[in-house]
Every structure is written in C-alpha cells, then in structure tokens.
C-alpha cells in the first residue's frame, strides 16, 4: 500500500503541475473512434464540467505506456475521489 501511495502522490502531483501549464476549458473539436468504431466528437466528452484525462499514446511510444500504466495503478482511486473520466487515444493505427 506504500508503493500505491507513493505512486498516487507522484502522479498526482505531476498531473497538477502540469494541469497548471497545459489544461484547457475546452477541448478542440476533432472526432475520434471509439473502440467499437463509432464516432465521437472529442469535445463532447467533457460536457458538464466533467474532469476528463485525456491521454495521446502509441504503441511504439514507451513513456505513453509508462505513463498509461501509472495511471492504471490509481485510477480506481481517481474514479472514487473525483468521477473522472480517462480517454486513451492512440494516435497510429495499431
């Protein structure tokens, strides 16, 4: 659990940090697929004032997957303390 711990205030500090330099109020307005191949207008998902991680990934990008298994490890916790919603968006096309 101190491993859990450590990682979670880790991470969530970078997130802060960084949400401080990179968030947006707004999402541009692009359309992407969902996994069952139905189309999503990237805006529409935080409507609502909903806190939205949006995370750009590829398969052959090591710090995304580092990055996207960092997050798996607290993303339980995130959902229980803030409702906040994770897009993983690969960006080639595997």
Partial sequence: KTKIMKTLITLLFTLFITSLSFSQDVLPSMQIKSLDGQSIQLEDISKNDQLVVVSLW????????NELDAISEVYDYWIDETNVK????SVDDS
């Fill in 58 to 65: 590829a398969t052959w990008c090591v710090p995304c997957k």
């Fill in 86 to 89: 994770l897009y993983a968006i």
